[in-house]
């Protein structure tokens, strides 16, 4: 499995449903604000529509951190604008506002090296800077929901330390300490723990 973390987040075009609208996106079409980028195996299966909900239901709390979220699927396009025209109590994504892309072929997947040997894509996860670098990945296996607390916290440490220089150690959230990156910082922070 490759490692993206510290390089260009591979760019893609593609075929995306938001909302009701067809569009075109590039993940160059973002440069100049935070991405989260996570994969899911399939349209109308079972984990699946539990994230994409979920995530939809902090929507603004990224908006907040001028954060976009991009979800993708080896679906096309044309099964994407189904699941959001089926109601949550048919197991589907009504009420989804943020981009799904089309990723027929997996080439996406494949460029970030979630794309699993059934040709769908593992619960990958990735949260791309304003400059397009790779800064935090995460990738579960099939049956394995993701958190979205913590995807935001990520987020969080990633702005915080861009922004104040510091570090943020295990646990850390928007508020608490962090620290400097030298031995005594360190050894202050674990004293008063």
């Known amino acids: 499995m490759a490692v993206l973390t510290g390089k260009q987040a591979p760019n893609f075009k593609t075929q995306a449903v938001i909302k009701n609208d067809f569009k075109e996106l590039s993940l160059s079409d973002f440069k100049g604000k935070y991405v989260v980028l996570f994969f899911y195996p399939l349209d109308f299966t079972f984990v699946c529509p539990t994230e994409l909900v979920a995530f939809q239901e902090k929507l603004n709390e990224f908006k907040e951190r001028n954060t976009e979220l991009l979800a993708c699927s ?25 981009p799904l892309l089309a990723d027929i072929g997996g080439k996406i997947a494949e460029s970030y090296d979630v794309l699993s040997p059934e040709n769908i894509a593992y619960r990958g996860l990735f949260l791309i800077d304003k400059q397009g670098i790779v800064r935090h990945q995460v990738v579960n296996d099939l049956p394995l929901g993701r958190n979205v607390d913590e995807v935001l916290r990520m987020v969080d440490a990633l ?3 861009e922004k104040h220089g510091e570090v943020c150690p295990a646990n850390w959230n928007k508020g608490s300490e962090a620290i400097q990156a030298t031995s005594e910082s360190v050894s202050s922070y674990l004293a008063k723990k």
């Not at 080896?74 to 943020?98: C, Q, R």
């Open 159 to 161: 702005q915080h330390t």
């Open 74 to 98: 080896i679906d096309s396009h044309f099964s994407h604008h189904a699941w959001l025209n089926t109601p949550k109590a048919k197991g589907g994504i009504e009420g989804v506002e943020y």
